[in-house]
């Protein structure tokens, strides 16, 4: 089998619902509309709700019966949008019991070797699961949004995962507003050392594309957080940044011929 070149990366946040699920399932759909094998998996084992995202419900096979050893995970990739691969996992409380998270190492070892790039979408803080994975991944990157709760729980993070010897890719800002980001990316640079990855505005956009169950950068791609995710996006891939832009059906294309000219089309087929 050839060895493929992988970066798998675990995202972490000290605070809950900051958007580590929003903000990586459009970063994976954003690697994957460039043309890199991608996949993103929900290691939320307990509150998990990355397929929602991407209109996956009640679906028969998720991560938990592959943890339950009741399924391959080849039965457990569902297509997402622009060739990604999605790994949901289940929500139900019988599939949380059945599951024994000492699978997720197998899992992880599974894509390195056929993708990529690997997102794992983590609960939120520290937790057995976490310390499992943690040395099976090649780095982590945290996210936070600009307040003092979220950026001091970041910076434990920090230290607890950097004590167990792992890397820390850098830290993304999400939700942020103007005010105040000089203030907040010193603090950020100088006392918690990280590198800042990307400043995600506060869109809510993000909340609208939720509830259609599709990932914002495919359902508005020229929206303010779809631009910050997409950079972001090219930024990890290592590739230049092109605006992602909708791939119109016949009455968007004669309404909206102005919107897309002039850039390049990475959408999904
Ligand atoms: N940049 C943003 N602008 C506006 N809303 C956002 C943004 N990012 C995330 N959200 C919203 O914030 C809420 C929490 O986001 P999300 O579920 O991704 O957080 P999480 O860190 O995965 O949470 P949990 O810790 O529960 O797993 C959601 O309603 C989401 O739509
Ligand atoms: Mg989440």
Redesign the pocket.
């Known amino acids: 089998m050839s060895i493929m070149t992988s970066e798998t990366c675990l995202?972490l946040?000290g605070?809950?619902?900051?958007?580590?699920?929003?903000?990586?399932?459009n970063v994976a759909t954003s690697i994957a509309t460039m043309g890199k094998k991608t996949v993103v998996m929900d290691a939320?084992l307990a509150?998990a709700?990355?397929g929602l995202?991407f209109g996956l419900q009640d679906i028969p096979i998720t991560l938990h019966e592959v943890l339950a050893g009741k399924a391959t995970i080849g039965e457990a990739i569902y297509a997402g949008p622009g060739g990604l691969k999605v790994i949901p996992c289940g929500d139900t409380i019988a599939g949380f019991q059945e599951a024994d998270p000492a699978g997720l190492v197998e899992v992880i070892d599974y894509f390195k070797s056929r993708t990529e790039y690997l997102f794992i979408?983590?609960?939120?803080g520290v937790n057995e699961d976490i310390f499992l994975m943690l040395p099976h991944v090649d780095n982590v990157i945290l996210?936070a949004?600009p307040d003092l709760a979220s950026m001091a729980d970041a910076l434990k993070m920090k230290i607890i995962v950097e004590s167990l010897g792992c890397r820390i890719k850098g830290i993304v800002l999400?939700?942020?507003d103007t005010m105040n980001l000089d203030e907040i990316e010193t603090i950020v640079k100088n006392t918690m050392e990280l590198e800042i990855l990307s400043v995600?505005?506060?869109?809510?956009?993000?909340?609208e594309?939720?509830m259609k169950m599709v990932p914002l950068v495919t359902y508005l791609p020229d929206s303010p957080?779809s631009i910050?995710l997409t950079r972001l996006a090219a930024n990890i891939a290592g590739v230049e940044y092109k605006p992602m832009i909708k791939k119109a059906g016949w009455f968007q294309r004669q309404i909206g011929k102005l919107r897309v000219k002039g850039t390049e089309k990475y959408g999904p087929n």
């Open positions: 995202v946040s605070k809950g619902g900051v958007g580590k699920t929003a903000v990586f399932s939320d509150m709700n990355l995202v979408d983590a609960p939120v996210i949004t999400n939700r942020v995600i505005p506060n869109d809510p956009n993000i909340q594309a939720a957080a910050a």
